[in-house]
T-cell receptor, first 113, second 115 residues
Framework: DQQVKQNSPSLSVQEGRISILNCDYT??????FLWYKKYPAEGPTFLISISSIKDKNEDGRFTVFLNKSAKHLSLHIVPSQPGDSAAYFCAARVGGSQGNLIFGKGTKLSVKP | EAQVTQNPRYLITVTGKKLTVTCSQNMNHEYMSWYRQDPGLGLRQIYYSMNVEVTDKGDVPEGYKVSRKEKRNFPLILESPSPNQTSLYFC??????????????FGEGSRLTVL
């Protein structure tokens, strides 16, 4: 059974508006969550992360929110730009620094000019 | 330049012909991992390694082997490739598996087609 779920395979947003990408998880032992961005024909690149002891982390236009009680995290991109069009993968770490990362299936974001 | 290098980037082979996809990182990372990406299935982990001589199965290890004899190299071996192993493969490395300074660095990918 999937431990990290991204239930929206795709999302389309107008340039300048907010993009919200969602991720749900089932394992309460996850201690760290990360978002990766992937362009076609390239490897994923790290975008932003959040520790399980926090509920928000912000980096420029990107903010990740964590709701532990709901086992839900979201990535907000404000304002969205056409260059943000990519696949976004949510990942969760289990087992601490000696553990492993588990990825969701990804959401393909399309930002229209 | 810090990087993860995979070879070959593209390969077409036939069923049963053994092949190896090499992965090398120059960042002295302890953690390395292999993933395959298939449409609608996201990134699925094949094998990972916490350090030299330490490897563990991921979600989809069947049909694959790995070795970690040196810190920088983590080759993926397909002893007898089958068409269902046609996929896009990514190698990744990190100081640790995720974490404040342990985010994964990915290679550019190896597209494998098994006929």
């Amino acid at each position: 059974d999937q431990q990290v779920k991204q239930n929206s395979p795709s999302l389309s947003v107008q340039e300048g508006r907010i993009s919200i990408l969602n991720c749900d998880y089932t394992n309460s032992m996850f201690d760290y969550f990360l978002w990766y961005k992937k362009y076609p024909a390239e490897g994923p690149t790290f975008l932003i992360s959040i520790s399980s002891i926090k509920d928000k982390n912000e980096d420029g236009r990107f903010t990740v929110f964590l709701n532990k009680s709901a086992k839900h995290l979201s990535l907000h991109i404000v304002p969205s730009q056409p260059g943000d069009s990519a696949a976004y993968f949510c990942a969760a770490r289990v087992g601490g620094s000696q553990g492993n990362l588990i990825f969701g299936k990804g959401t393909k974001l399309s930002v229209k000019p | 330049e810090a990087q993860v290098t995979q070879n070959p980037r593209y390969l077409i082979t036939v069923t049963g012909k053994k092949l190896t996809v090499t992965c090398s990182q120059n960042m002295n990372h302890e953690y390395m991992s292999w993933y395959r990406q298939d449409p609608g299935l996201g990134l699925r982990q094949i094998y990972y390694s916490m350090n030299v001589e330490v490897t563990d199965k991921g979600d989809v290890p069947e049909g694959y082997k790995v070795s970690r004899k040196e810190k920088r190299n983590f080759p993926l071996i397909l002893e007898s490739p089958s068409p269902n192993q046609t996929s896009l493969y990514f190698c990744a490395s990190s100081l640790a598996a995720g974490g404040p300074v342990g985010e994964l660095f990915f290679g550019e990918g190896s597209r494998l087609t098994v006929l």
